[in-house]
């Protein structure tokens, strides 16, 4: 078994600095990646488990139907990287298809990644698992030092390109194919376009779990920024936009209101928001358009109930 852990100093600094900034823009925005302290990557199974939210179940689905396909159109492959790994499950499916020798995985919750990609080392003896604990929005390219040579394919499961607008999400992937390099590969999973009512559904679920994640988000601004949010003064907010094709998720202020955070004083309007997500929504002609501007083209997809996993080259 061999197992590295290597821990890159996140964040106070980062988080203090993206909030100041996101409170002071027009509309008022905070990014995503804030939701995930501890509290908030248990909320987010929480999330997966709902029924209401299909996209993980049906992702596993397609995953473990088409398995041999996207092994056989993969072939070799030495290395898998897997940014935004979280609890590494659901790597595993490809490593017993393709049996590669090293995995790289990265995530900003840097000691959740290191536990279960230690897990991941134990129940694969023969493999060489790196976990980073990184921002790997800010910080991927300090991953290079860390990756073998050899067949490398970098894997983006969960529809986490659907957190980008087309530009940002078309640098990602820019980005992912420097990482794999000139031989590399990419398998990337998103959601597709579907019912406006199921998908609003599916971030409005009945149990309010996604409301009790999103509203998470205030409790660590709280706690790590000295600020000194309501929760009781805002409420989850979340729809599908037809025309953008992306769900906006908000917290809504009940009222008028001033909060302090680090110091600084913020007046919320009765009805204004906090934007704290988006998630886009694609056709799979969509993607693979948006995917050939960063350089990929396409090598193979499959699709399952309103989910699309496609492969680039």
Known sequence: MSFTFQDFPAARDDLRADVLAGLAARPKAIPPKYFYDEAGCRLFEAICAQPEYALCRTEQALMATHLSDIAAALAKVACIVEPGAGDCA??????????PTHLVVMDIAGAPLAASAQAVSRDYPNLEVTALGMDFLRDLEAAAPWLPAGQRLVYYPGSSIGNFPPDAASALLARFRQLAGTAGRLLIGFDLKKDPQRLHAAYNDAAGVTAAFNLNLLARLNRELGADFDPARFRHYAFYNPVAGRIEMHLLSLMEQDV???????????GETLHTEHSYKFRRDEFAALALTAGWRLAGEWEHDGFAVQLFR
Do not use: P, S, T
């Not at 302090?260 to 009765?270: N, P, S, W, Y």
């Open 90 to 99: 659901k790597v595993r499916l490809l490593l017993d298809a393709l049996r």
């Open 260 to 270: 302090h955070v680090a110091g600084e004083r913020f007046h919320f309007a009765l």
